[in-house]
Antibody, heavy 119, light 109 residues
């Protein structure tokens, strides 16, 4: 059974960057898409972007364009999400979510990483 | 772009049936998936492609779709079903390829 294990909580300052990792244990990155979904406190789920490692292709939601970069390291089965120019509104739990390339659903989720942006 | 609208809350007594609607433009021609999220936990897929269930999800969870509204139905509701529920579709015409519903909190009375 594949598990997605994310890096730990981060506390950062406005204007800085954060990089969150998601390691897939029990399987490879091939044949899957990996998305990042965030959830601000008391709010719903918001898709940020995805990477398809087999094609080395990434897509980003319009409102994160230019601030987010999603990458993958197949040698370590790890996917990364970097968000720059952080502001207080970016305080949220960030989830990685995996789906098959051929489907539009998310079958597995990481445990979530809380990123707090505060001066 | 896609907007998926859900009621903020649904209340149901134990043993009864909960129905959670998800309405959206052109939802009729898209695959709809449903997630359950308990407090402090990551979402879990409970129904996909309208009415299929991942292994381990009870048959009490089912889905349907009519026109531009999809519905998640939870039969014989248990206290453990208390959670937030989100619908989701894939829409490349949206600024978000993957669109989530606004979410519904199910309270078991």
């Amino acid at each position: 059974q594949v598990q997605l294990v994310q890096s730990g909580a981060e506390v950062t300052k406005p204007g800085s960057s954060v990089k969150v990792s998601c390691k897939a244990s029990g399987g490879t990155l091939r044949s899957y898409t990996f998305s990042w979904v965030r959830q601000a406190p008391g709010h719903g789920l918001e898709w940020m972007g995805r990477i398809i490692p087999i094609f080395d292709a990434a897509n980003y939601a319009q409102n994160f364009q230019g601030r987010v970069t999603i990458s993958a390291d197949e040698s370590t089965n790890t996917v990364y999400m970097e968000l720059t120019s952080l502001r207080s509104e970016d305080t949220a739990v960030y989830y990685c979510a995996r789906g098959l390339v051929t489907t539009s659903r998310f079958d597995n989720w990481g445990q979530g990483t809380l990123v707090t942006v505060s001066s | 772009s896609s907007v998926l609208t859900q009621p903020p809350s649904v209340s149901v007594a134990p043993g009864q049936t909960a129905r959670i609607p998800c309405g959206g433009n052109k939802i009729g021609d898209k695959s709809v998936h449903w997630y359950q999220q308990k407090p402090g936990q990551a979402p879990v897929l409970v129904v996909y492609d309208e009415n299929d269930r991942p292994s381990g999800i009870p048959e009490r969870f089912s889905g349907s779709k009519s026109g531009n509204t999809a519905t998640l139905t939870i039969g014989r509701v248990e206290v453990g079903d208390e959670a937030d529920y989100y619908c989701q579709v894939w829409d490349t015409s949206s600024e978000h390829f993957y669109v989530f519903g606004t979410g519904t909190t199910v309270t078991v009375l």
